[in-house]
C-alpha cells in the first residue's frame, strides 16, 4: 500500500505520489475535426494551438530516458500535426510503442489517405473514441454524421488487420457516459459493444476503455449551466474507492503540452497545475531530472475523485481490468 495513504489534503484526497515512469504522454495541440460535447480539451476545428518543431525536439530527446515505454499522441487530433509521423518513427527507431487517441473521423480528413496504413506499419496501437454503438447517442454527442464515419473508419481498419485476432495491430475503443454519471462495468459493456459492432457491422476489436467524464472544461461548463456541477462531484466523492490510488494513471506518466510544459496528467494540464515534481511552478521537459522523479509527490485537487471513483478511471480505462 502507499505510504502516504492515511494523509489527506485540504479537499480531503490523498497524497500520493509518483512510481516508475513509463509512458510520455504529449498533447500535440488543440487543433481537431470535430467539437465533442465530453471533450475536457475544448478542442475544435478553430484552434490554433500546435506544439513546434524545438518542443518536438525535446520530446524526442526524452525518448532515450531508460525504462519509458510508451509514446502516448493526443490533442485535439494528434493525427493533424505535421510531424505526428516523424514522432511515430523515432519511437519506433528505439523500440517504443506510440498510442494514437484517434477520433476515427479524423482519418477521412484531406490529406490523411495514408495514415492508418502508416501507423499498421509502424506497430501503432490505435485507442479509438466510440461513445456508444448507437447511431443516435453518438451524434448528439459528437456532431451529426459522426457515427457513420466512425463506422467506415473502423471497417477501413478492420480491413489492414487493426482489431483482427493475430495481427499484432491493437485497436481498442473508448466509452464516455452521456452526461453526469459513471462508466458501467467495463467487461460487461465490452460484451455488449463486440456484440453490437459484429452483429450489425462486422467490426472486431480488442479492449473497450470505460472513461469517467471530467467535471472540467467543456463538460465543466456543461454541468454548470445545466446546474448539475454539484451533484456530479458529490457523485465522485461518493463513490471513491481506496484501491483506485495504486494504479492511477500519474503515477507512472508524465503529461506534457503543446508548449513542452510538464504535468502529472492530461486533467492537471487543462487546469493549469504544474507537475508536484516542479516544486509548485512550471517546468519544461527539457528541466525534468528523470533521477528525481519517483517518489516525487503528484498534485491533487478535488477533479481526481474522478479518477477514483466506482471501478476507477485513466487512459486505459478501467483501473485495474
Known sequence: MLETLPHLNAIGFPEIRRATLHTLQVNLGYRCN?????????????????????????????????????????????????????????????????????????????????????????????????????????????????????????????????????????LNLVYNPQGASLPPDQQALEASYKAQLRDQFGIVFNQLFTITNMPIRRFGSTLLSQGTFAQYMQTLHGAYQTANLETVMCRNLLSIDWQGMVYDCDFNQMLGLPAGVGNGRNIHLSQVDCAALEGSPIRVMDHCFGCTAGQGSSCGGALGD
Open 34 to 170: 470535430l467539437q465533442c460535447n465530453h471533450c475536457h480539451v475544448a478542442a475544435s476545428p478553430r484552434r490554433t494551438e500546435m506544439m513546434s518543431s524545438n518542443n518536438i525536439a525535446a520530446v524526442i530527446d526524452f525518448l532515450d530516458t531508460p525504462g519509458l515505454q510508451t509514446l502516448d499522441l493526443t490533442g485535439g487530433a494528434p493525427e493533424l500535426h505535421p510531424q505526428f509521423r516523424h514522432l511515430i518513427q523515432q519511437a519506433s527507431q528505439r523500440g517504443i510503442t506510440t498510442i494514437d487517441r484517434c477520433n476515427l473521423t479524423v482519418l477521412e480528413e484531406p490529406g490523411q489517405e495514408t495514415t492508418a496504413r502508416f501507423m499498421a506499419d509502424h506497430g501503432v496501437e490505435i485507442v479509438a473514441s466510440l461513445p456508444c454503438y448507437l447511431r443516435e447517442n453518438v451524434d448528439r454527442q459528437r456532431g451529426n454524421g459522426v457515427f457513420e464515419t466512425s463506422i467506415r473508419v473502423l471497417r477501413r481498419l478492420n480491413a489492414i488487420g487493426y482489431g483482427v485476432a493475430g495481427s499484432g495491430l491493437t
